[in-house]
């Protein structure tokens, strides 16, 4: 099993990347530095800005794999949030899809997002409360961020939807993140149980890395969520 970790310098990267290496599966891992990772013999570290990767580049990282893992956010300092590019994770989450389907896969790539609570999930629909909607209506024309996650799910849902014959996907959601050091009980759901604004629950980077490698490793979980958008909360 071959998997690719785009985004694997970050914090929930790096975990997903450890958690995938120490199940005894291959990861090819996008990294801005190649001493952002420690070196393992079923590791191999690519360098690159991912949003400067063609369509063509991109299907050389994605050829092979079994699943492509993205943990891509925006920094959360001024130049992170508003400065280029403003479609961090939209434009790379477009630009590894096309790749995947360039190269025709004999069997569907599974396509693992990293999102946010704060996207509501269009396909169920979820109704969200009036006052966190007011807050999102606004964080949405102030905030770049939240744009560029709204957009990359609506990707998923709408452009790869359900039963593509290249692509499965599943975005997951986590609320608040934490740093923690060892995997803690998680809890998983359909919607968001808890007001994403004014009454955020803690998820731990490492439980994200948790679930996602889950995701990746065993056929009843992947089942169960793909094509859905679950929510993680620290037990």
């Known amino acids: 099993m071959l998997v690719l970790v785009v985004g694997a310098n970050g914090a929930t990267g790096q975990h997903v990347v450890d958690l995938l290496l120490r199940q005894g599966v291959e990861v090819r891992a996008i990294v801005r530095s190649l001493g952002a990772l420690a070196d393992h013999p079923n590791l191999y570290k690519i360098k690159a800005s991912v949003h400067d990767l063609d369509r063509s ?4 990282h994605t050829k092979g794999c079994t699943a492509v893992v993205s943990c891509l956010g925006h920094n959360l300092s001024f130049k992170g949030l508003f400065g280029k590019p403003r479609l961090l994770v939209t434009d790379t989450l477009q630009c590894i899809c096309s790749a995947i389907i360039d190269s025709e896969p004999a069997d569907a790539v599974k396509v693992i997002l990293m999102n946010s609570t704060g996207v509501s999930n269009q396909d169920i629909p979820e109704k969200p409360q009036l006052s966190q909607r007011i807050v999102v209506a606004i964080l949405r024309g102030l905030l770049p961020p939240h744009v560029d996650n709204e957009n990359a799910a609506d990707y998923l849902r709408t452009h790869i939807g359900q039963g ?3 692509i499965e996907w599943v975005a997951v959601r986590p609320d608040a993140l934490v740093d923690e050091d060892k995997v803690t009980e998680y809890t998983v759901h ?12 803690a ?24 094509g859905k958008m679950p929510v993680i909360y620290n037990k």
């Open 57 to 60: 580049e991109m299907a050389t």
């Open 164 to 166: 593509h014959q290249a």
């Open 190 to 201: 359909d919607s968001p149980i808890r007001n994403a604004i004014f009454d955020s629950g």
């Open 203 to 226: 998820t731990s980077r490492i439980n994200v890395g948790k679930f996602m490698t889950e995701l990746i490793l065993n056929k009843e979980t992947w089942l169960k969520w793909k």
